[in-house]
């Protein structure tokens, strides 16, 4: 296995500080051996951080790799995302992750936009196929869905509305994935749908983020990280251990690629990528 034959991406918050900055430069850097496909940069509750976003993607465009713009609708505006869209023309971004996000605590709900399919029809609406299209998958299902048919049906309803391929949530159940692909291609949708991955660094973080997204921490998993108290090697060599094992695992589903989750840090997923072989010294090199 090979860099070549796994298509790569990596996913970036905006920094708040010029400390912040100065170390996702580096990281970035560091990152950039992976060869990844594009890097993505999230938006926050409500767009509240779109002007690091957008400088980020502008930053990361400007090293001459490709960004994609995180957009989400929820409380927005159809003029105020018509104006983000002519932002991220200016910028020469070619790829969005359409979300329909969450509001930011004490916003109104007033919104132009419901949902995440309802955005995606309005970029495609007012800028055709200009921007290649990613959403957002749950093979664990959203944790705000009725059930999980309701869940299968809001998927293929974004597809349909024009999306070009898929990002899941992360997971730690590959047959959690297997199934939801298996359950979408049976609705006839066709899209690249790529795993989103989350090394393990720290279990406090990890168990905060599932609990707060409804992502499922395996019981073994949660005993295990549980059971290393403050113990930080032995916590990130088992995640290395799990996380490794899961993408292994994922491509041999036939997984399209691997979105790694980095939260702004290199370390664990460049390790990774080393286990997994798709990453060379040559490349570390240059």
């Known amino acids: ?49 779109q002007e690091g976003t957008f400088a980020t993607v502008g930053a990361i465009l400007s090293e001459g790799v490709s960004a994609a713009s995180h957009l989400s609708c929820i409380g927005a505006t159809r003029e105020r995302v018509r104006a983000q869209l002519e932002s991220l023309q200016a910028l020469g971004v070619r790829r969005i992750v359409a979300l329909r996000g969450d509001l930011p605590s004490g916003y109104g709900i007033g919104s132009e936009f419901a949902y995440a399919s309802d955005l995606v029809a309005f970029i495609r609406e007012q800028t055709q196929e200009h921007f ?37 949530q992360y997971f730690y159940n590959p047959d959690a994935y297997a199934r939801f692909v298996d359950d979408v291609r049976a609705k006839g949708v066709d899209i690249p749908i790529v795993p989103g991955i989350m090394p393990i660094v720290s279990s406090s973080q990890l168990l905060r983020f599932s609990d707060a997204c409804g992502a499922e921490i395996p019981r073994w998993i949660r005993s295990r990280l549980q059971s290393y108290g403050d113990d930080l ?7 290395l251990d799990v996380v490794t094992g899961l993408c292994e695992r994922l491509l041999v589903l036939g997984a399209p690629g691997l979105h790694f989750y980095t939260m702004n840090q290199s370390e664990t997923t460049l390790d990774i990528c080393r286990r997994l072989g798709v990453l060379s010294t040559k490349n570390l090199l240059q």
């Not at 298509?7 to 500080?17: G, H």
């Not at 990281?27 to 767009?47: D, I």
């Not at 093979?139 to 309803?157: K, Y």
């Open 233 to 239: 090697d032995s916590i990130r060599a088992f995640g």
């Open 1 to 49: 296995m090979t860099s070549a034959t796994v298509a790569l991406s990596v996913e970036f918050f905006p920094p708040k500080t010029p400390d912040g900055a100065d170390k996702l430069r580096t990281v970035r850097q560091q990152l950039y051996a992976m060869q990844p496909e594009y890097c993505s940069v999230t938006f926050g509750a409500g767009g509240s951080t």
């Open 132 to 168: 290649f299209l990613d959403v957002a998958a749950y093979p664990e299902m959203h944790p705000q869905a009725r059930s999980p048919e309701a869940d299968i049906q809001a998927f293929v309803t974004k597809v349909r509305a024009g999306a070009n391929a898929a990002i899941t």
